[in-house]
């Protein structure tokens, strides 16, 4: 693959979520082969960190790690994991692509993925994994079953790199893997097409003033209540609120947080809220028989299929209180989060005295993803989603030939929707391919 | 005014009685407003069939009886038969009138002895006899 | 064939022109209505309250009666049609409930009679067509709004009598008779019912937007199928005309007296003097009487 003037047939993914793997995949299958780059340790993106998936209530971690396995073993498929993406140069069938490959700390040629180094690893902080809530230590894999099964160090939680000593890891670690003193590295990547996956954000929940500013350990977000509800979370599965332990009895679900709020916030609407949060409210119920969920909504959104229908099961058979109108404001009245919301269908306000509060806040695009759209030449919206070289008609090409778009990086999507925009996408490049 | 919501509230004595009489459940009702812009007396009613409901499901209790709705409902079954989600509303509208005429003290809602001199020998048996099952304790 | 028959308590007395005129207008087409022995009222009102069982009794007893005469009820008046039928329908679908009603009355029916409405018995047994061929004095050029109410159509699944948004069956039933059938939307609104009793004025409304709605589409009568409709839409008109002044009466026939019309019955056999708006005037205008 030397720059001798001919059509590079391999393709860049750069994100290693649901629709980054789905691309790849494709592509993979198609016997062209694949740089999947992904930013994080290892594959499977946002999808990792839910419990369940509407509207069949399937464990997400079921049905997404069959496909990062067969992304990991796929032999047309080079997995670049805890990258960057630098710069790019060139065009269509002649890209190139420099990549941050991040200092692991850890040689992950040698390294066989006991998982001894996590275990003794003396240092507790806060895992972003688990929104905050569970504890993780500073040498670390995303799961149990990440792909790549390699560890990375947090250089800043780890004892070693901020006071100097402890070194517990290189101790234990029977193959010599640990590398204190490994940097990041700079690779090249040629490719002839790239498809760009680089997913979602959620607005911090600090940003809501009227909410507490995020100081509300019981006020989380839905990410966070993912977490808790699944078996590989800091709760193991058991529905218990971050303050204390204890099981909420009252739970408030507040949709649209963020989202359909061109004044304050984002104008456009998440797509997503509407079922994730029935989900929520529904699986509590299964887990907390005698506790009420209630459910603050604008419109519900149920577009797809057979969403509209786990929406009313939610109402009909596991009483879900929905209510019509806006939260205000959220306060803290000794162990319980008041509520102030409204029933427009009333006309009344409505004020809860909650055990837990769960924000569905507005999808974002990732900060990063601006920054990116001007180093391949693309467009991205004010807000920073990715723009399609049509909105109708060609929703997953760029303006660019060559790069196209798959999942949430243009836009707010579900898992469902993702993988066909992905699907589209690797067919596109597939197009591009065959043409020469 | 306010309403204060627990989950005692949400599933009060008062709605699951209304559920039980009129064996509907009210947590399925959509608040579409179908039944209030099919109804041929809504226009006189002070809240809506579906307002009646969703009172209820929050336990408004005195608020929701203290409406003519439910007394100005003339079982026609409009609402019924249009409610995208089964939902038996004339039931649930005549559920509330036996929650109020079957309380202990008896709760007429019409007083015969002052309808008008010869109202009864005017108006068809069919009428009043119906009448007097759906007002009279 | 004979049809066992439940009049009902209004047909006995503010509605005999109903019950007379259905009864003579049978037996010119060949049929009798068998009047069932030792009847009472139907209760007038289907219990909504689905603890209510003894407002059952009544209508069980008639269907349990009925069906030690025969295997076929038929009747006129739309309440006690949806009564009857309703609770027909209960019997043959809720085994508690008819266990326990018939341990109360001490009977053993099992929810296998037929009821039918008179209309239906013109229509399938006698057949429109054939109504046509026997019509003496067809009625053509009157303009007749068939107002079908509530109670026949309403339950649609329990009542299964007609379409419940767009009913046929009057239509088919008044064209046979050679009338011009006025389309018109209020024909499946309710007249208000018991509100008569309990609302009066909110009837009075009701009626009004019913008949105005007919005279609007160009109706020179309305056509009931219900006593309980007939007094809300006809006696109920000098109620409208004390609070619309402008508003100019319309006369309301049952069906079968102009049934009774078309097959050449007397018009003084036809209990006109129970009509509130009389429709002479109109009749004699059109040459029908």
Redesign the interface.
Known sequence: MKGNGAFVKRAMVIGGGIAGISASLDLGNAGYDVVLVEKLPSIGGRMLQLSETFPTLDCAQCTLTPKTVETGQHPRIKLVTYSEVEGIEGKAGDFSVSIRRKAAYVDWERCTGCGLCQQKCPSKNPSEFDRGMGLGKAIYTLSPQAVPNKPVIDPSHCRYFKEGKCRVCEKICPVKAIDYEQKDRLVEERVGAIVVAVGFDLIPKESFGEYGYGELPDLIDGLAFERLNSASGPTTGEIRRPSDGKVP??VVFIQCTGSRDPERYMPYCSRVCCMYTAKHARLYKHKVH???A?IFYMDIRSTGKGYEEFI?QG??EE???YL?GRVSRIFRDGEKLIVWGA?T??G??????ADLVVLATAMTPRKEAKELAKKLGIEADDHGFLTEAERKLRPVETKVEGIYLAGCAQGPKDIADSVAHANAAASKVQALFAKH | ???????QK??NEFAKKVE????Q?L??CY?CGNCTAGC??S??MEIGP??AI??T??G?EEEVLGVNTF??C?????C??RCP?GI?I??V???LR?VVLRRKERRD??QISEFPEGFLE??????????????LS | MDYLYFP???LY???KNFDQTARNCSLLLGFELKELPNWT?C???F??????LM?LLPPARILASAREQGTVLTTL?A??FNVIKRTNRLFQEDGEKRDKINNFIEKNYQGDLRVVHYLEILKQEVGFPQLKERVKRPLTGLRAAPYYG?ML????EEMEFDD?ERPTIFEGFLEALGAKVVEFPYK???C????????P???T??AY?ILGSAMKNGAEVVVSTC??C???ID?KQSDIKQKYLDFKTIPVLYFTQLLGIAMGLDHRTLGFEQNFVDPLPLLKGKGLV
């Open positions: 009895k009252e005698d506790g009420q209630y009313q109402m009909e009483g879900i209180l019509r029933d269908l009333t009344r306000k409505v004020e809860v005295s | 005014m306010k309403i204060e919501l627990t989950r949400v599933h039980l009489i009129s064996g459940n947590f399925a608040q041929p007396i226009f006189a579906h307002e969703r009172y499901l929050l408004l007394w100005l003339a079982s026609c079954l409009q019924t038969s989600k038996d004339a039931r509208m005549d559920a036996m809602h019409i005017k108006v068809p048996q069919i009428a009043f006899i119906s009448g007097f099952r759906k007002f | 009902g308590c209004t007395t503010k509605a009222c209760g007038a009102t219990p909504l309250a689905t603890d209510n407002a008046c309440v006690c509530c159509l309403r339950p649609f419940k499946i609104e309710c208000g019912s018991f509100q008569s009793v309990g609302s004025d909110v009837a409304e009701c937007k006593p309980m007939t007094f809300n006696h």
